[in-house]
């Protein structure tokens, strides 16, 4: 009976540029399809057996809220975009809520991976701004240089806009594990651009021209920077290595990992310099020689409470 009852693909045809899936079916409509199936040229099923139609015996028992309960489970095929698929059901199932027929029945949504995304997409993008807040207001804290601050405090969109980039051009999506390998890397896209700026400043402040300062500043830790980035990468890659099912989650996380900071150090080598060259005071004189905050804090904090 089981391989009489069957449902299968038979490829698709291409017309007026339009796809056509097709399916072969050998299904049974009625008990009397069933009753009628030969077993020999003479024998027929009905001849040797009883056919009745009865309701399958319940093998699980579902409840929801305490009440009895039928789920369904929705998945998307292939390339398909999973916030995509989980707003169409969405939007499928109050139309389905709005038919008459089911007037006193509840529909409820257990589970919606659309929504998870889009909430961790929510986390990063608040990552991001809290990552960039805080690191401006440290930078600001120790530079006192507003400008410098924020041409800092932008590479952190920067490199996430050139990860999300690459992800498209990998024709990859942006799903729970690529978001959580933008959420892990966050914290280090502005390390390089803080060094390298706050390098560049010093110059400056020492008597340098803005181009001086500037070049003087690549010059000086342009290749440690890049070993110490190469550095992570390549502890991040050992992550491939793994065997097994972890190897396909560790695969979706790196490429946007590798992306973000290796667009950090492209970002400290190239943007950052040419940011702090255009951000400096072009008179010397307009610039106010300070000491640095911590010091300032350290010494007021000393002569208030530790000297007679």
Not at 61 to 81: D, F, H, K, T
Not at 270 to 286: A, E, G, N, S
């Amino acid at each position: 009976l089981r391989a009489d009852n069957i449902t299968v693909a038979s490829g698709s045809v291409m017309d007026g540029g339009k796809k056509y899936t097709l399916k072969s079916t050998s299904t049974f409509e009625s008990i009397q399809e069933i009753q009628q199936l030969p077993l020999s040229e003479t024998v027929m099923l009905k001849d040797i057996a009883s056919i009745v139609y009865e309701p399958e015996e319940a093998e699980r028992l579902y409840r929801y809220n305490g009440q009895p309960a039928n789920g369904i489970s929705v998945r998307r095929e292939g390339e398909a975009n999973t916030v995509e698929v989980s707003q169409a059901v969405v939007e499928a199932i109050e139309t389905i809520r709005a038919h008459p027929k089911l007037e006193g029945f509840d529909l409820s949504i257990y589970e919606n991976q659309g929504e998870e995304i889009m909430e961790r997409l929510s986390h990063l993008i608040g990552n991001g701004k809290l990552g960039a807040l805080l690191a401006a207001m440290v930078l600001y804290f120790f530079l006192r240089q507003l400008r410098l601050t924020l041409v800092i405090a932008m590479t952190i969109p920067l490199c996430l806009l050139v990860a999300l980039s690459t992800l498209y051009f990998a024709g990859e999506t942006l799903n729970s594990l690529t978001i959580m390998g933008l959420v892990i890397c966050v914290g280090l896209l502005v390390d390089n651009s803080v060094v390298m700026a706050e390098n560049m400043h010093r110059h400056y402040q020492g008597g340098a021209t803005r181009w001086e300062a500037c070049f003087r500043g690549v010059q000086e830790i342009g290749f440690a920077i890049t070993i110490a980035t190469l550095t992570t990468l390549i502890v991040f890659s050992s992550t491939l290595l793994i065997d097994g099912k972890m190897r396909f989650f560790a695969q979706k996380m790196f490429l946007p990992v590798f992306a973000a900071i290796s667009a950090s150090l492209l970002a400290a080598l190239m943007f950052i310099p040419l940011c702090v060259y255009l951000t400096l005071p072009r008179q010397r004189d307009k610039e106010v020689n300070r000491r640095g905050s911590l010091r300032d804090a350290l010494k007021w904090t000393y002569e208030r409470f530790f000297l007679p």
